[in-house]
């Protein structure tokens, strides 16, 4: 019991030091792209280094470790998460503008209920970009494709998409609450959740954690 305990301490540590140096290393390479370049390539890169740390054998990365194949999986994806991510970042600022002017400006009926569509499609836009670069993580694929697997799970999934909804909500309580966790773990947090989450229950070919669970009682068998 209390060896149990002490190996799943020790897990949970090293995955707050991953989340931690991940954090860091998004803030870092964001800034090498000026800004407007690295942030995309930053969240392409979180989510493999994550995928990578969840499909490892015992978790065990070091800190230079997690570093490196954070910014290999930054310098490979840097056109392709711009030339993918752009045309997202565009369909949100269109929708968050006609939101707040439709919102501000609503006069009769017909246009709370157009602001009502407008905030669901902000949530669905929402779980859309969370999930997306989880997605383009575990597949090499053409971003239609991407886009149409991401839709797809969105509608399939309904206890990821619950709980993906779930955890905007909480992100966003939490970080209001208490803003040193922000500080420390930044946008990883919920981006390893977003992952744990298709990890655990969305059945993804080559992110599940089903296939794991198989793996060891095959081990064990023989």
């Not at 015992?58 to 470790?65: A, F, G, L, Q, T």
């Not at 993580?137 to 998409?161: G, H, Q």
């Not at 208490?178 to 773990?185: D, N, P, Q, S, T």
């Amino acid at each position: 019991m209390l060896a149990r305990f002490s190996v799943a301490y020790e897990h949970f540590c090293r995955l707050l030091v991953t989340l931690f140096v991940v954090n860091v290393a998004i803030l870092a390479h964001t800034l090498m792209g000026a800004v407007v370049l690295g942030f995309l390539p930053s969240l392409a890169a979180a989510q493999s280094t994550f995928r990578t740390w969840l499909l490892s054998e015992d978790r065990s990365m070091r800190v230079k470790e997690v570093w490196k194949i954070f910014h290999g999986f930054w310098k490979s994806e840097f056109m392709r998460a711009n030339l993918f991510g752009w045309p997202l970042v565009a369909l949100w600022a269109v929708v968050i503008v006609d939101y707040y002017v439709m919102n501000w400006h609503a006069r009769n009926d017909f246009d709370i209920a157009i602001s009502g569509v407008l905030l669901l499609i902000i949530v669905i836009l929402a779980m859309f970009s969370s999930l997306v670069w989880v997605v383009r993580a575990n597949y090499d694929e053409r971003p239609l494709w991407i886009v149409r697997t991401t839709l797809a799970m969105i509608v399939a999934r309904p206890a990821c998409s619950l709980l993906q909804a779930g955890l905007l909500i909480l992100t966003v309580l939490v970080w209001a609450q208490w803003l040193g966790i922000l500080m420390v773990f930044g946008i990883s947090l919920p981006m390893f959740c977003v992952i744990w989450i298709v990890y655990s229950f969305g059945r993804l070919p080559g992110l599940d954690i089903h296939d794991r669970e198989e793996s060891k009682t095959a081990l064990a068998r023989g």
